[in-house]
């Protein structure tokens, strides 16, 4: 089409050429009728011949070719602004970017220009320039998914057609690519099945935005609990929620959670009658803002296997308890006998076997009272005493192992009655407990310090000795039962190791704190906390110990 055109167009303007030709020369020899006029007119005329084709063809020419490069300078911007281009000279250096290819690599036009495209490409992907460059230099067009290297060393992924270029002999010498950023949407695909597999999990599972409470999903087993089985519950406020529930322990756990250094929090709940093991995580995304993953557990199963497992050791040690206290009867009996004629091996071991029924009823006696305690069947007393006077009486009580261990307790900071509501009974168990391991672990200074002091509204009680400390690989687990069975040069100087178990039950459950500090070689100090004046404790929450999850943060 455009050949005919073209002829079309080159006759006429040979045509004009030709008429305009012809009027010069007549016109110009019948103005001067001269040889030499006659001369000029054929020059001119041949010029005008000649030259006026030309002319008029390359405007022609001009203007189709306008026509032709306007349209692709268009689509070339078209490209340019939406995807992300770059070219290579056939040493695989790069020889040209354009904005978005330096916005979406971090990098400056600079920095990326005469570098090898190699370095575009995380270390995971080396051999991905290569197979690029062997199917280019084969004349073929390269489609695929590329990941390419941040300045900052994230990936970002591209969907990428590089284009081989060619010189004038038709050999290859670089190439062109054309990308597109396709890293949101893997992202999202990521998440689809992220969630996917979230819905098929049998634990509840809630994502809420940190910053307005928004629940950003939910799966499908924290949808059917809540009856959300129409419309989905994404867009729900949380604080909402809360209201038409019973999780406000949950909301309380996101509170504290935000904003703290603290960054996880697991507890128990019942929810409808099921109780529940919840775990709420604040997590950071990458957008600087974000979110709670709250998952949730129904802990029936455990629940009840934990409650018939206490029955059976309570029931156990119920019956253990009578039969170890008639054989410790008869043994003392026969140990305080003078007249009986008992063998000084004899007497011995029956000493040892009294002894041993002593450790065994205390054991019993221990593990019915974290029974008691966890499941809320003992019941704190709680009156108005002067601490003062407990202290010292816990002292007393210690007398015994006091004298036996060679040691001295000293006392300080009861000099003025402090007034207090608590159980004394219990306090004092938590008193002689501490005081009886103090006195085992004295040390050859043989000194004991038990300290009060008024912290206005809380009350602090030490119990420091000089011994050999506790190893920093057990200290983690000093509260948990029979810790101290683990390192015979602790169980050699006897106790249950259930003690200090005990201690932290009936320590929280009065609302107080429990803590230590210790270094070998040196001596430890346990120290607890209590509130001078508490609401009745609710013992039947209690679930710091062991067998039983704690609310502890991360």
């Not at 507890?267 to 995304?285: A, Q, R, T, W």
């Not at 400390?469 to 683990?486: C, K």
Request: hydrophobic share 40%; proline share 4%; net charge negative.
């Amino acid at each position: 089409m455009l050949s005919s055109v073209y002829l079309v167009r080159a006759a006429l303007t040979v045509l004009a050429a030709i008429l305009l030709a012809g009027l010069w020369y007549s016109g110009f020899t019948t103005v001067l009728q001269t040889p030499s006029a006659q001369m000029i007119g054929t020059i001119g005329a041949v010029i005008i011949a000649a030259g006026a084709p030309v002319i008029l063809m390359s405007v022609w020419f001009r203007r189709q070719l306008r026509h032709i490069v306007d349209p692709l300078e268009q689509k070339l911007q078209a490209l340019d602004a939406h995807s992300v281009v770059s070219t290579v000279d056939g040493k695989g250096r790069i020889v040209s970017v354009n904005d978005k290819m330096t916005a979406l690599s971090g990098r400056s036009r600079d920095a990326l220009i005469g570098s090898p495209v190699s370095t575009l490409y995380p270390e995971s992907e080396v051999d991905l320039p290569q197979r690029i460059r062997a199917r280019l230099k084969a004349g073929q067009t390269w489609h695929g998914e590329t990941p390419l290297r941040h300045a900052d060393g994230s990936t970002f992924y591209t969907q990428t057609t590089i284009i081989p270029l060619s010189d004038t002999k038709g050999g290859w010498n670089g190439s062109i690519s054309v990308r597109t950023d396709i890293t949101s949407m893997k992202q999202l695909r990521s998440e689809q099945k992220t969630m996917e597999v979230l819905d098929e999990l049998r634990d509840d599972i809630w994502i809420v935005n940190s910053s307005d409470w928004q629940l950003n999903y939910m799966n499908n087993a924290a949808r059917q609990r809540l009856g959300y089985l129409g419309p989905p519950a994404e867009g729900k406020n949380l604080e909402h929620l809360i209201e038409q529930t019973d999780f406000e322990p949950i909301g309380l756990a996101c509170r504290a959670l935000n904003g703290s250094a603290e960054s996880a929090s697991r507890f128990e709940i019942v929810h409808d009658g099921v109780p529940l093991h919840v775990s709420v995580k604040f997590v950071n995304d990458a957008k600087g803002s974000g979110f709670f993953l709250i998952v949730m557990s129904d802990i029936s199963d455990r629940v009840a296997q934990d409650r018939k497992k206490s029955e059976f050791v309570a029931t156990v040690s119920h019956e253990l308890r009578s039969p170890l206290t008639s054989i410790k009867g008869a043994l003392s009996l026969l140990l305080s006998a003078k007249d009986t004629q008992i063998s000084d091996k004899a007497r011995d071991l029956m000493a040892i076997a009294h002894r041993n029924s002593d450790r065994l009823i205390l054991i019993i006696n221990d593990i019915l009272d974290l029974e008691k305690i966890s499941s809320g069947e003992m019941q704190m007393q709680l009156q108005d005493i002067d601490l003062s006077e407990i202290i010292c009486e816990a002292r007393h009580a210690t007398a015994m192992i006091e004298k036996l261990s060679n040691v001295n307790i000293e006392v300080s900071g009861t000099a003025k009655p402090l007034p207090i509501q608590t159980d004394p009974n219990r306090l004092i168990q938590v008193l002689t407990n501490l005081l009886s391991n103090a006195c085992k672990f004295a040390g050859e200074s043989g000194r004991v310090r038990l300290s009060l002091k008024n912290e206005g509204d809380h009350v602090r009680i030490s119990v420091e000795d000089e011994g050999p400390g506790i190893p920093v690989n057990e200290q983690h687990m000093i509260f948990q039962r029979f810790a101290d069975m683990t390192n015979s040069d602790r169980a050699a100087k006897g106790g249950t190791g259930l003690g200090l178990s005990i201690c932290k039950a009936i320590v929280e459950s009065l609302g107080g704190t429990i803590g230590f500090q210790s270094r070998e070689g040196v001596g430890t100090e346990f120290f607890f906390t209590l509130p001078r004046n508490q609401p009745e404790a609710d013992i039947s929450q209690i679930s710091q110990l062991q067998s039983k999850p704690v609310e502890r943060h991360v």
